[in-house]
T-cell receptor
Framework: AQSVTQPDIHITVSEGASLELRCNYS??????LFWYVQSPGQGLQLLLK??????LVQGIKGFEAEFKRSQSSFNLRKPSVHWSDAAEYFC???????????FGQGTRLTINP | DAGVIQSPRHEVTEMGQEVTLRCKPI?????LFWYRQTMMRGLELLIY????????DSGMPEDRFSAKMPNASFSTLKIQPSEPRDSAVYFC?????????????FGPGTRLTVL
């Protein structure tokens, strides 16, 4: 069955520092991969997605993610975080032909001033 | 576009009462999804529709839950009778028609508390 693991439940970084959020997936075919962000009291917003092609994907708000098939990973990165990046981040894998997403448990990001 | 609209934003009810959550998808989107988010179980897909037809309801927890989409611009998720363990944030999302998996656009959610 398809699954997504986000190993880090909570991460704290200082403003201006770099960020990497980990995501590992389990899926038998070529995955469709997504990163969503959820600000407090809000719905989820798409940051970026990978369907095929270049394994380094650029998203909104300065985020990028790299698909590594050999490691079954799709880690999210940002070179310099801002206080406004504090939120919960969800990785998801799409099930082809079914229009379904399977989400990870999420990683809560706290930014220290 | 106004995005996905959900109402109410907050609902507090007592155990045994009927609860109806509402969703208006983005105009032109052919897929509509209902999710539930809890601390214990994370974000779970309950059911999704394509062109107003339920496609997969395998995530609906039990018969107390039902969902309808009478037209392209409106969907409801009903819980009858409600129980305290139904307390969660319920999200509606919509997605445009596509030959392949596409981005889902989420509403702000309804926070349900069952006392």
């Amino acid at each position: 069955a398809q699954s997504v693991t986000q190993p880090d439940i909570h991460i704290t970084v200082s403003e201006g520092a770099s960020l990497e959020l980990r995501c590992n997936y389990s899926y038998g075919a070529t995955p469709y991969l997504f990163w969503y962000v959820q600000s407090p009291g809000q719905g989820l917003q798409l940051l970026l997605k990978y369907f095929s092609g270049d394994t380094l994907v650029q998203g909104i708000k300065g985020f990028e993610a790299e698909f590594k098939r050999s490691q079954s990973s799709f880690n999210l990165r940002k070179p310099s975080v801002h206080w406004s990046d504090a939120a919960e981040y969800f990785c998801a894998v799409g099930i082809q032909g079914a229009q379904k997403l399977v989400f990870g448990q999420g990683t809560r990001l706290t930014i220290n001033p | 576009d106004a995005g996905v609209i959900q109402s109410p934003r907050h609902e507090v009810t007592e155990m045994g009462q009927e609860v109806t959550l509402r969703c208006k998808p983005i105009s032109g989107h052919d897929y509509l999804f209902w999710y539930r988010q809890t601390m214990m179980r994370g974000l779970e897909l309950l059911i999704y529709f394509n062109n107003n037809v339920p496609i997969d309801d395998s995530g609906m927890p039990e018969d107390r839950f039902s969902a309808k989409m009478p037209n392209a611009s409106f969907s409801t998720l009903k819980i009858q009778p409600s129980e305290p363990r139904d307390s969660a944030v319920y999200f509606c999302a919509s997605s445009p028609i596509s030959t392949d998996l596409d981005t889902q656009y989420f509403g702000p959610g309804t926070r349900l508390t069952v006392l």
